[in-house]
């Protein structure tokens, strides 16, 4: 069944989390209609202000940006006081749980494929880092969550970068605490992992180690706990591909490493300038990498699941009484009606071999579709054994008649009791929504140590965990250590399972030295 929600109709929530929910919905226009992705922001959510104010910054940002291997905003609105931003439908699968599908069916995801994928994920990119204001102002735009989970690649071939949720510009409203790290820390540049200025470049390092990981099959940085891992980062010892997969083509080390240099300076100097290497590397390598052979790589590889999909009743899935104000984090049950199902997240229009039929609605009903009268097929029975079988309930019937009246008010009573308890038991008894279990954030700081205040309240020191409610509103969590500037934030269970602050050392202003005092002079008075 399909829940009504404004112009949309939400067929599937894809996920949910601490700051909103994400559903499959089919949008109706005059004479269309189209699948697409629908982003609601929770209720006490958009009544913070800053992370109103952040959400629709987002929003604005990304829709300035339109390329082929960007997602694209079709719309920003509010629904019956519901914050919600459309973006177009990927039928596709993100990189992350494409290479373990891959490698789980003993097909692992081929060299050129993986030069394509990362080229055109540096294309879209780059195409961010040039945008401008309608001034003609370089917005500086940098994305800061590169990770193979924010890269979809469609099953028709192309590829689209997803989720600038984190991205930042010069000039934005909202502004990163100083020390706050925002991002994946396995796919953090170092100097991002310091807590330093970052640019474009660091996207194009974390691009790196996700065309790395592809190539190895190995993580590249990733320690035992969160601060091990951005010490590994920060250390940025990268071994050659090669090294771990002697099968690799030859030169495909050199690319890599210089995506991966520890400096900026180092490296490419941006996104386009890699994308081309990797292009002419696929040129003079006569690898198959073309779009067309990812896709026909993908349909082979997801046939089952493409199939199915093709059903448009696998794609309506939600009950009819979905509360669209939950708040709880449980999503992914709801998604998948098939073990290996993996939900779509990613081309414009309609997967494919969907073509979408005119759905008529009254206001009051939440299916998709009325079954007309006429469909459905009579059934007829044959005349004999029907009588033959109404007989024999007369003579049934005429014997309990009887038993009831030898033992009338005992045996009625025993009956209906009986019949009372096992009616109870075939009733479905009605389940008990779970109570929201507490969140617990963990907070690190570097160096540790540092006074934990919450909302003004004393609550210890780093590291420690911090207990929050799913449902809360965000808190205002502060940092205080001597001798290092304070550092506070908002927070809230959505930022779980870490927050990790470095922190900045005062500059203590230095005293000018002290003069000596003149000796007084030697001055003789006389005649």
Request: contains cysteine; hydrophobic residues 40%; neutral net charge.
């Amino acid at each position: 069944m399909a829940v009504p929600f404004g112009k949309y109709q939400l067929l599937r929530k894809i996920a949910s989390g601490g700051m909103g929910q994400i559903f499959l919905a089919l949008e109706q226009g005059a004479g269309f209609e189209r699948l697409v992705v629908l982003k609601l922001i929770l209720p006490h959510l958009a009544e913070d202000e800053d992370f109103l104010t952040m959400f629709l910054d987002e929003a604005r940002l990304v829709a300035r940006l339109a390329h082929p291997n960007l997602i694209t905003i079709l719309d920003l609105t509010e629904i019956d006081g519901r914050h919600c931003l459309a973006m177009e439908y990927v039928q596709g699968e993100d990189v992350r749980r494409l290479d373990k599908f891959a490698r789980n069916q003993g097909r692992p995801l081929p060299v050129g494929l993986a030069l394509r994928i990362i080229a055109e994920a540096a294309a879209g990119l780059h195409h961010a880092h040039q945008a401008r204001d309608q001034q003609g102002r370089p917005l500086q735009l940098v994305h800061r969550d590169v990770s193979p989970q924010n890269i979809l690649v469609g099953f028709d071939g192309g590829v689209k970068v997803i989720d600038f949720g984190v991205a930042k510009a010069a000039g934005s409203a909202s502004h990163t605490a100083t020390g706050v790290l925002k991002g994946k820390y396995p796919y953090m540049s170092p100097e991002q992992a310091n807590g330093q200025d970052v640019d474009a470049r660091s996207d194009l390092f974390a691009l790196g180690v996700v065309l790395w990981e592809l190539l190895t099959n190995r993580r590249l940085f990733k320690g035992d706990t969160d601060m091990m891992t951005l010490r590994l980062v920060r250390d940025c010892q990268v071994p050659q591909p090669s090294q771990l997969q002697a099968e690799l083509p030859p030169g495909l080390d050199e690319l890599v490493l210089k995506a991966l240099a520890r400096t900026p300076e180092q490296r490419f100097p941006d996104c386009g300038a890699f994308r081309l290497a990797i292009e002419d590397y696929i040129l003079q390598h006569r690898l198959p990498a073309s779009n067309a052979h990812l896709s026909a790589w993908l349909r082979e590889l997801y046939a089952e699941r493409i199939s199915r999909e093709e059903d448009p009743s696998t794609l309506d899935q939600l009950a009819e009484d979905t509360d669209l104000d939950s708040k709880s984090n449980s999503s992914r049950s709801s998604v998948r009606s098939h073990a290996h199902q993996q939900v779509p997240v990613a081309s414009t229009g309609t997967p494919t071999g969907r073509t979408p039929s005119p759905v008529s609605r009254s206001k009051s009903s939440h299916h998709t579709q009325t079954l007309a009268p006429d469909t459905v097929t009579r059934r007829r029975f044959p005349v004999v054994p029907v009588v033959a079988g109404l007989g024999t309930l007369l003579v049934v019937a005429g014997a309990a008649i009887i038993l009831l009246r030898q033992h009338p008010a005992r045996d009625t009573a025993s009956l209906t009791n009986r019949q009372q308890e096992e009616q109870a038991q075939l009733e479905p008894q009605p389940e008990q929504a779970p109570e929201p279990q507490p969140v617990t954030l963990k907070v690190i700081s570097e160096p540790t140590g540092a006074l934990v205040l919450v909302d003004g309240k004393q609550y210890g020191e780093t590291p420690m965990d911090l207990p929050l409610e799913p449902d809360a509103p965000p808190v205002t969590l502060a940092l205080r250590l001597d001798g290092y500037e304070p550092v506070s934030q908002r927070v809230s269970a959505g930022d779980a399972p870490e927050v990790s602050v470095k922190l900045t050392p005062k500059i203590t202003a230095q005293k000018p030295p002290r003069r000596p005092n003149n000796p007084p002079l030697d001055i003789k008075m006389g005649r």
